[in-house]
């Protein structure tokens, strides 16, 4: 079993950054794909960008490309998911996700966090 907890969330400008933080207990975190999803109101979950489980391997979406940059601590059995020139669009509830392959699609993944709030002000 891997309990995830997503921190970093919050209120931030257009333009602006954050670094959400994907802390995750138990043995097998370091041998998972890590996942980041979010979700808007009203709007289904959405693949952000995922990393293998040795952080030799990245995939992002389209929208993430050029201005997230997704990493992993093994060591610290943490995650993470640095957002730069942040736009409205990003405003979600961002989900952090640990599973077998290190792929786009939510039923891929296992163990999902609760998630953390981000909100872009324009």
């Known amino acids: 079993q891997v309990q995830l907890v997503e921190s970093g969330g919050g209120l931030v400008q257009v333009g602006g950054s954050l670094r959400l933080s994907c802390a995750a207990s138990?043995?097998?975190?370091?041998?998972?794909?890590l996942g980041w999803f979010r979700q808007a109101p009203g709007k289904g979950r959405e693949f952000v960008a995922a990393?293998?489980?040795?952080?030799?391997?990245?995939y992002y979406a389209d929208s993430a490309k050029g201005r997230f940059t997704i990493s992993r601590d093994n060591a610290k059995n943490t995650g993470y998911l640095r957002m730069n020139s942040l736009k409205p669009e990003d405003t979600a509830g961002y989900y952090c996700?640990?599973?077998?392959?290190?792929?786009?699609?939510?039923?891929?993944?296992?163990?999902w966090g609760q998630g953390t709030q981000v909100t872009v002000s324009s």
């Open positions: 138990g043995r097998t975190f370091s041998a998972l794909a």
């Open positions: 990393i293998s489980w040795t952080g030799a391997r990245t």
């Open positions: 996700a640990a599973g077998g392959s290190c792929v786009n699609d939510v039923l891929e993944y296992d163990y």
